[in-house]
């Protein structure tokens, strides 16, 4: 039998085998593969040298632990963007270097450049993938070009005008429930509570046409989804259970998959009902129907969806954009509504402004509905929206994935294959950017005087190609509310001032708590 001369190994000489030099062969291609992630890991360190960074932990830590969740997080980060003003470097352990950008000259290769050319990092988003499928939020590459065109024509603002009569009935079931409170002497309120409530009831008007009347009696849906987001947030800080397996074996996992199977099983009924609705009427007395009861949702748009060769989106995935739609618009939009109630309770002389601009287009009008048409005659209450926006704004960072060097202005060059975390809410206070960055103040959105910023200065629904499909439906259901409230009750602050903490969303410590003062009858 040939001998096979190990000595070099100190084993002396051995029978060979296959099973020998199969070993030999996986040992060789694992210390090729070393070399190789020694070799590519070295490199990019040394790329990523001219990246400034704050001091670590340690070695092995890195930079993981020195910003927590909370209030003091936050200020953690504007401190770190007042100090590195543009960019810098982050090492979450020993091995996972991630780029944090808060200027907008910074993030404008990122942002405008194609989506395969700069990604979403899917390490966190991956938690949503078997709740949302590969809606546009989760998608990528072709099928997400292709769904973008076809969802676009939804958020027309044709198919948005008859969801204004949806935003005035929610936000007034939403006001009545205040009255009746305020009535019965409870007028301190939790923002984000009432209007995720209102958001949603909207939002399930608008994708499905389905009054629930969440409002005032939790549907298991609804009461679903806020689980998901719960169970979503909850798993972000529990890293031995980012591994699915592992998690799906815990009660929180079982607790996901459950809510995930009655959340699709809710839009795959609706889904199917109507398609079979759409072939038994056809396409054209389908639409004439719909057209003359003015109630084309989201369900109706997607259904009737057709690229340039005729085909159309599958029941999958117009599930998982109407689950998508729901999980983006109701916790976003409650988000921005909650802050600028807060701000405005902060500045009353902000909040009276509003208030007579509303009083003056609604004076002679009943009942008091905002219209598709006055939304463009509240420019003050825009401008508290935005700066609002801007101060809190309701995501907090996004992350791309560079898939190629990125060349910045300065000559510096982000390598490819690392994550850039872009922080909305660091570019947003920034003082090379914004003076006094943490003073609310809405005339910096004044259209009269308009200041010489960077687009991408204010970036609240992100920007470039991946930017929010929603924002008009977000900023016009924030306008209705905002403006209803404002008529109907003063907002005051409560003692305690609220702690920020950011989630999926920013949320406050413990819920949002604004008092509420009723002005007049209101709903009832």
């Known amino acids: 039998m040939p001998q096979l001369s190990l000595s070099w190994l100190g084993l002396g000489p051995l029978a060979a085998s296959p099973w020998l030099l199969l070993l030999l062969l996986g040992a060789s291609w694992l210390l090729a593969r070393s070399l190789a992630w020694t070799y590519t890991f070295y490199d990019n360190c040394c790329h990523l040298r001219c990246f400034p960074q704050p001091p670590k932990r340690n070695w092995f830590w890195g930079h993981l632990g020195l910003v927590k969740i909370n209030e003091e997080g936050l200020r953690l980060l504007e401190d770190l963007g007042h100090h590195f003003r543009d960019i810098h470097l982050w090492w979450i352990g020993p091995f996972y270097p991630v780029l944090r950008l808060v200027h907008p000259k910074f993030v404008a290769p990122l942002l405008q450049a194609p989506a395969a050319i700069a990604p979403k990092d899917m390490f966190f988003y991956s938690f949503m993938k078997p709740w949302l499928g590969d809606g546009l939020l989760l998608s990528s590459g072709d099928k997400w070009s292709h769904h973008r065109r076809l969802l676009t024509p ?44 209102m958001t949603l009831d909207s939002l399930q008007k608008c994708v499905f046409s389905y009054d629930s009347n969440c409002q005032e009696n939790l549907s298991e849906y609804i009461a679903a989804i806020l689980e998901l987001s719960a169970l979503v947030t909850k798993r972000a800080y529990q890293v031995f259970l980012y591994m699915d397996f592992l998690y799906h074996l815990t009660p929180d996992g079982w607790r996901f998959r459950r809510a995930c199977s009655l959340v699709h099983d809710f839009t795959d009924a609706i889904i199917q009902e109507r398609r079979r609705t759409l072939i038994s009427q056809g396409s054209h007395d389908f639409l004439k129907a719909k057209a003359k009861a003015k109630t084309l949702d989201f369900i109706d748009v997607l259904l009737l969806a057709k690229d340039e060769d005729g085909k159309e989106l599958s029941d999958e995935d117009i599930r998982a954009e109407a689950d ?44 008091k509905e905002i219209e598709w048409d006055d939304l463009a005659q509240l420019p003050f209450l825009t401008m508290c929206i935005k700066e609002s926006l801007r101060l809190h704004p309701p995501v907090t960072v996004i992350s791309r994935c560079c898939t190629q060097d990125v060349l910045l202005p300065d000559g510096r060059v982000i390598p490819k294959g690392n994550i850039c975390v872009i922080s909305i809410f660091g570019i947003h206070h920034n003082p090379s950017v914004w003076p006094d960055p943490e003073v609310y103040n809405p005339f910096r959105f004044d259209p009269e005087a308009p200041e010489k910023r960077s687009p991408l200065a204010f970036i609240p629904f992100s920007a470039g190609p991946r930017n929010c499909i929603g924002q008009t439906f977000a900023m016009t259901e924030m306008k209705v509310v905002l403006a209803l409230t404002l008529l109907r009750f003063r907002v005051l602050p409560d003692e305690a001032e609220p702690r920020r903490k950011p989630e999926l969303i920013l949320r406050a410590e413990g819920g949002l708590w604004l008092r509420v003062e009723p002005l007049s009858a209101g709903p009832q």
């Open 154 to 197: 939804a958020f027309h603002f044709e198919i948005l005008k008859p969801y204004m009569k949806i935003f005035n009935k929610s936000a007034d079931i939403m006001h009545a429930k205040w009255q009746h409170l305020a009535l019965e002497g409870c007028a301190r309120l939790d923002m984000f509570e009432h209007i995720s409530l």
């Open 324 to 367: 998508t739609f729901m999980f983006e618009g109701h916790d976003t939009t409650a988000s921005g509504l909650s802050w600028v109630l807060y701000n405005l309770a902060r500045h009353p002389e902000y909040q009276e402004r509003c208030r007579q601009e509303v009083q003056e287009l609604l004076r002679d009008r009943e009942p």
